[in-house]
């Protein structure tokens, strides 16, 4: 059951009118302006245990993402394709506020929107990844551990996604007499697009881009939107309890689109 | 070959409707005696029943908010609503849409005037269509008006979404798997203002625009039908005598 | 581990004084005399997704139940009879008192008896529910809803049950090339007799069929009893912490035949 | 064929009783040393272990009720129990059991003696044989009169049933697997009172009157050696001492 | 996540400083030396339904363990060995302080060491529980029940367990047509070692052999050893919080080898 | 055959390391922004990081002790951490080392300065190697340390095996997997205490002694990689301006 809840940090009303006052001025409190991201890093292949992996810096926000590629049975109604697993840990490192256990409704919405992204844009070629129609195919499996939180977890973990697929090398599987072989080989993936989110919060009247966990603190409502290479939108999610206008969304569509290919830019760069 | 299955050569949907049309919708106001307030909508095939709790006290305590009323919401789907029988431990799926309807719903609802209660809102899917959040929405909306929550608007939600070239209003379920963009939406009508907003499948940008404007359009035409369900509840024999007279 | 309970609706002195009072004249709260049941609508094939389906109405409570139909493998040590499931939830919506979650000890004493009554009239010939015998069968799910709760759910979810069983339409499956087709065909489900349960509740001396919620709040002990077309008892459960004298379970096991033979004429109408 | 396993022409069950014959019981109290009341049965090869912890505090307080003690009870299998190994997991059935088993003993006690308290009763069957729940409850009531806990009279419980034509008494596993119906009774033989009464299978009205009148019969006999238990307990020393006069 | 405890017994002032005033006189409250183990008996065959079982008193502890054979599938990684599998659960007959519920961290551990022991000293020749290789094995079950408890469920459970299985009976099995068969007959299990643990308690500067329930509540630290026939060590535990000089655990280890043996002659004898 | 693998003529093992040994270790402290301290370590292809919070408010605050801290410890591997993918529930091997880990930590921790509060500890193995939880547990006390916890003294935890005849310093995967026995040990090395002891493989009397040993001489080693790391933290500038000079 999803309930409303006390603001995970609690937000001093003085900071709160800081905040308003500075945005009035076109101001954020770190210093950005309003569509400006943080600083932003990536390292890839940093477990070497994993098919892929890499780890997302966005400002104080760090994420690791880690990709397996294993075989198995494919999903109901999708017999034909290869099967690919999503999970989000918001782990206990990450904060102050996160108690350790199954992923909450805001992990369980931020492992699905990244989800989609990745699906909708059919970033990895599926169909390329069965063995045995209807019985054996590949399963990916892209597990996320949030370490630390700062605000934004769901563009930077969208970005250690895209990377940690990006930089994979697949095991090479075979079928010997109905058997899975591992051929002890690899392949890089079926990509076809780069997905990338963009993420903005309402405060008032100003939408800001790349919110921190303060902005997130005093926000009104969130909205996502990711885009594939070519500049479709592949997903959407309004997030939080207040509404946005018409106009807000629309606008807000032509940054996502704009700001995304700088973002797909600066990945495809630091790989 | 897709695009034939789901709209012919007059722009005729694979269910009759053409591009614009709203499937069948049907609401009826306070079917749960014991809630204090309830609603069950037909929508499409979606039969969903929506029953209203509260405002009353919160257990645990420690949940309680000083400065305004807490909304809890749950998505559920009945075992038998779904093609394939669904087993009834909550999936990750019906975690997050009980999370965005609460979230869709929220800001109707004037929750500063129940400080330290709690109102409950349960989403029972009986049969699931396509856009069975949306519907579920639009009659929480009607359910929570019936339990006399103080509101700013009515909530209404209607999807639209891409098939092929053409942006069509309200996505049945084969649209939804076959088709190529759904965009659910809830809009407060008189603020102007979206409360949900998801999409996932391709569209362009200015596709985009113009999916969100007609999922808006139907929220509008939905508008209409809740009002309707309402009045007839609460003023059901007026309305008879006025027709008579 | 089972525990306890307060009443679940606080039963003041005054109405529980009021109901005995009642009772010593032969009257119940609602003008009933003991032997009689609420009113009784049943609604059938409601849910077109599933293979069978029924809404009873009895008194303010209501029910809905559900059939599906697949294949699967059978259980252990009834390898050569299709699979019966059933469950029962009830929901939220139903009263002020439910908690979302997985079904309490009253849920599943609930299902178990209502399921006992199926199972033991072998309502369901299982032994025609097999494909493979030994391997693939028929596996039928019952799941039931329970959407507004005012007492006697027992007796209104194991009528919705029969209803729903009833009127199903069964998929026939085939075995081609050891994997099971489905043929797109029907049949109707082999049914061999129709078990109907008869609740009573003891208030003090007084032995009331199909009780209220408020008459449940004020019981001391349940009894249920369920016979098939033949008259035959197929099912039996005593619920609740006080006792019943040999006597009253004589008299009722009589009322619950000639009760349950009524309700099941009743029922077959209304299909 | 059927009947011919279950019964002999000399009327000789399975397991070579006759029709009205118990299977052995064997009652041992104050066997679990940490336990306020204890008590281990055999009855056939079901081998069972009662404790009793109470009347103590509640944890969480807020179960506690203001008039009477809260009575808990758990039923529960060991994984060796069973033919095939047991999930240690609770299942449906054993949750089931757990509450028939407190509703058949909770009459028997003067719970309003020890308000705001809890009284535990934990029942761990580590070999099951057909009719552990009417083996359980009577070494649950040995254990709680161990316990010293007051009540109004102890609880006795047997099962009747019927394997083709014949009623008998105290069904065991096999006839219960195979039988026509079975029909555990727990009674309070001083009172007269039924406190657990189930049924599966089939019968007619007639047979199940002498079904029940059989299953009490069966407690009557199960009640004397539950008292013996607690006497060679209690007044052991002065029992050898009598016998020895 | 693991939490320190409030002490399970709630000692007393005044009986630690009892205990530790007698510990410094060589005596313990029970009257025992620091070495010796208390009372001690086995019963084994106790479950008729079991392929073995064991009842152990040591004091007033009591543990039952009961050991199931059925076939499955090896575990991945040791396709050519049988599977053993082994769980404990202190019921909550066992104690005032025992909730009933899945077993928490001090029930895993206990069943861990005592599977290690067991797992380390190769009792069971699993290579010898193969039917199929990579397919099918014997699946060895060994389930303790902790009835009641007064310290030391370590050695109580490991003595069980060895008892049982050394006095076990596997069915034997056999593979016709890929099928598994039960012959219905049994065999002896494949035992090659018999593993004994060995469990000291610190308090104090005393190092005290088989602790009841009063000296766990006065211990600083924990140390189990077990060794196999040969006196080789196969596993050992520290555990609690306190720390052990390195000098104490050389000495402990060397009277676990002389008590392990010890108590290996005593569990043959009663077998 | 075995042995041959594990080590060669020359006595250098599988991934080329003389018998006594470290694998190479490097920490780096303050790594999570948020925490109140943390490490991170590499050991061999282990790689963990490790976030400390506290002393802080129990929650509940029926946890809290009145006379001392609580102390709380996590071990948790991430899916990806082991070669094939781990479920994310924690495991029964997990809740082990969580327990031994917050044993082995305890001793070197001043609890009676913080009552009624509680220190977190959380491990997350981000990759497995041999060795995680001694490697866990030398992070941990960095980041106790980083987190300004009043200290006894760091503990310091390496392993040491059997492999054939010879007993050698820090086990790596294979070794663990392929060898003989391992023995992880933690070490307070100037209060001269083992906080952690575990083995599991076979050993002689006398070999336990040497394996004991040497465990401790590697503990030892790491207590200076823990220290330098700890300076190079606190000190990073003075150390520099002293090569400089």
């Known amino acids: 059951m999803s309930s409303s809840k006390r603001s995970t940090v609690i937000v001093e009303q003085l900071r709160k009118q800081q905040m308003l006052e500075a945005l009035s001025r076109g101001k954020r409190l770190d210093g950005r302006d309003f569509e400006s991201y943080r600083n932003f890093e990536i390292e890839v ?17 760090e994420v690791i993402a880690g990709v397996k590629v294993e075989t198995g049975e494919p999903f109901e109604g999708l017999e034909n394709k290869g099967a690919l697993i999503m999970s989000a840990e918001v782990l206990p490192t990450a904060s102050a506020h996160v108690e350790p256990g199954p992923p909450d409704e805001d992990a369980i919405e931020l492992s699905r929107v990244v989800d989609r992204g990745v699906r909708e844009s059919e970033m990895l070629d599926l169909d390329k990844l069965v063995l045995i129609p209807g019985k054996i195919v590949y399963t990916v499996f892209v597990d996320c551990s949030i370490i630390n939180t700062d605000g934004n977890l769901l563009d930077a973990t969208s970005y250690a996604v895209v990377a940690a697929l990006l930089t994979s090398k697949f095991p090479i599987y075979e079928i010997k007499d109905e058997q899975v072989v591992d051929t002890g080989k690899t392949m890089p993936p079926p990509i076809t697009t780069m997905p990338i989110s963009i993420t903005a919060v309402r405060i008032g009247e100003s939408v800001l881009l790349d919110p921190t966990t303060e ?3 005093c926000m009104d409502a969130r909205i996502t939107m990711t885009t594939q290479s070519d500049g479709n939108i592949v997903a959407v999610q309004k997030g939080f309890t207040g509404p946005f206008s018409v106009n807000q969304i629309v606008q807000f569509s032509e940054i996502a689109r704009i700001k995304g290919e700088e973002m797909r830019s600066k990945i495809k760069e630091l790989n | 070959m897709k695009e034939l299955a789901l709209m012919d050569e ?37 039969k969903i029943i929506v029953a209203v709790y509260g405002p009353r006290e919160v257990h645990p305590k420690h949940m309680a908010l000083p400065d305004r009323c807490v909304l809890r919401c749950r998505y559920h789907m009945s075992p038998f609503s779904t093609d394939t029988r669904k087993n009834p431990a909550p999936s990750r799926r019906e975690v997050e849409i009980s999370k965005v309807m609460r979230e869709s719903l929220e800001p109707s609802l004037i929750l500063s005037d129940y400080p330290r209660a709690v109102i409950d809102v349960f989403v029972e899917v009986l049969q699931a269509d396509g856009g069975s959040r949306c ?3 639009n009659a929480a909306s009607v ?6 929550i103080n509101m700013r608007d009515l909530v209404s939600a209607c999807a639209a979404g891409r098939l092929s070239e053409n942006i069509v209003l309200d996505i049945n379920d084969l649209e939804d798997k076959e088709g190529d963009a759904d965009m659910p939406v809830a809009y407060l009508p008189n603020l102007e203002q979206v409360t949900l907003l998801q999409l996932d499948g391709k569209i362009t940008t200015a596709q985009f625009s113009e999916c969100l404007e007609k999922a808006i359009s139907g929220c509008k ?17 007026e309305m008879e005598l006025k027709e008579e007279a």
Chains 1, 3, 5 share one sequence.
């Open chain 1, 45 to 61: 292949g940093i477990i070497d245990k994993a098919s892929g992996s890499a780890k997302v810096k966005l400002g104080n926000t």
């Open chain 1, 215 to 217: 902005e997130e603190a």
């Open chain 2, 10 to 46: 007059n722009g005729k949907r694979s269910d009759g409707r053409g591009i614009d049309e709203l499937r069948s919708i049907k609401i009826t106001v306070g079917v749960v005696k014991n809630a204090d307030g309830s609603a069950y909508i037909e929508f499409g095939k979606n």
């Open chain 2, 135 to 137: 519907a579920g929405i």
């Open chain 2, 143 to 148: 359910a929570l008006a019936d339990a006399g």
């Open chain 2, 221 to 237: 035409l939905v508008y209409e039908i809740q009002k309707e369900a309402l009045m007839k509840k609460y003023f059901g024999n």
